[in-house]
C-alpha cells in the first residue's frame, strides 16, 4: 500500500471547517483513499473513502486532487468531540493481502472553544 | 445495531503468565482483524481472518503469539509466556468483506499490562 504523509497536529475553532490534509504521492490507480480517527481511549472509527471522486457523507467531505496524489478531509462545522486523531489511509481494492491497514502517525486535531 | 465487543476490558497479568483476549465481531461480518496499539503510536497489524482461517498473520510479532476463530465469528487472541513488552491495548475488527471498499470497525479495545 502506498505510503501517506499528513502533519503531526492542526487546530480549528469551534464552529470552523476543519481542513485536514494528506499527501499520497505513490497512490496506484486501484487504491483507495481512508480516513478513520480515533477519539481518546476509543478504537478507530471509519469516517469516509473515496477513490477517484470527491465524497460526502454525514461525517464529512473528502476532497481527491485531480491527480489523486494528495487529499482534503473536511469536517464542515467542527466541534469539541471532533478532537481527535485523524488517519489517512490509503488501500488496494483488490487482493486479500492488501485487507490489513497500515496506520502511521495520523494528525492530531485539537479544536478550540 | 451492536457493535464489535472486546472482553476484559482491561487485563493486568505478571510478567510468564497466558492470557486470552477476546473479541465479539458484527453478526455477518466475514473478517476479522486484530490490531495492537501502544502508547502514542498508530495501530499495527497484528493477524487477519477471513472466516475460520487466518488469511495473513504476517504481523504477530513472535510465537508466544496466537489467535484462532474456530467458527467464524467470536475470536481470541492468546499471549503465551507475557513480557512486559507485551503491554498495550489490543483491538480488534471486523467488516463484511475482506477487501476493500469494505470498511473495518473496530471495538473499544483490551488493555493489557504486564507487570
Known amino acids: 500500500d502506498a505510503k501517506t504523509t499528513q502533519p503531526p497536529s492542526m487546530d480549528c475553532a469551534e464552529g470552523r471547517a476543519a481542513n485536514l490534509p494528506c499527501n499520497h504521492s505513490?497512490?496506484?490507480?486501484?487504491?483507495?483513499v481512508y480516513w478513520y480517527r480515533q477519539i481518546h481511549s476509543q478504537g478507530p472509527q471509519y469516517i469516509i473513502h473515496?477513490?477517484?471522486n470527491n465524497e460526502t457523507n454525514e461525517m464529512a467531505s473528502l476532497i481527491i486532487t485531480e491527480d489523486r496524489k494528495s487529499s482534503t478531509l473536511i469536517l464542515p462545522h467542527a466541534t469539541l468531540r471532533d478532537t481527535a486523531v485523524y488517519y489517512c489511509?490509503?488501500?488496494?481494492?483488490?487482493?486479500?493481502?492488501?485487507?490489513?491497514?497500515?496506520f502511521g502517525s495520523g494528525t492530531r486535531l485539537s479544536i478550540r472553544p | 445495531g451492536a457493535g464489535v465487543s472486546q472482553t476484559p476490558s482491561n487485563k493486568v497479568t505478571e510478567k510468564g503468565k497466558y492470557v486470552e483476549l477476546r473479541c465479539d465481531p458484527i453478526?455477518?461480518?466475514?473478517?476479522l482483524y486484530w490490531y495492537r496499539q501502544s502508547l502514542g503510536q498508530g495501530p499495527e497489524f497484528l493477524i487477519y481472518?477471513?472466516?475460520?482461517?487466518?488469511?495473513?498473520d504476517s504481523g504477530l510479532p513472535n510465537d508466544r503469539f496466537f489467535a484462532v476463530r474456530p467458527e467464524g465469528s467470536v475470536s481470541t487472541l492468546k499471549i503465551q509466556r507475557t513480557e512486559r513488552g507485551d503491554s498495550a491495548v489490543y483491538l480488534c475488527?471486523?467488516?463484511?468483506?475482506?477487501?476493500?471498499?469494505?470498511?473495518?470497525?473496530f471495538g473499544p479495545g483490551t488493555r493489557l499490562t504486564v507487570t
Open positions: 475488527a471486523s467488516s463484511l468483506l475482506a477487501q476493500p471498499p469494505s470498511e473495518q470497525y
Open positions: 481472518f477471513q472466516g475460520t482461517g487466518a488469511a495473513d
Open positions: 473515496g477513490l477517484k
Open positions: 453478526s455477518g461480518h466475514t473478517a
Open positions: 489511509i490509503v488501500r488496494v481494492a483488490l487482493y486479500s493481502s492488501a485487507s490489513k491497514i497500515i
Open positions: 505513490t497512490i496506484s490507480g486501484n487504491e483507495y
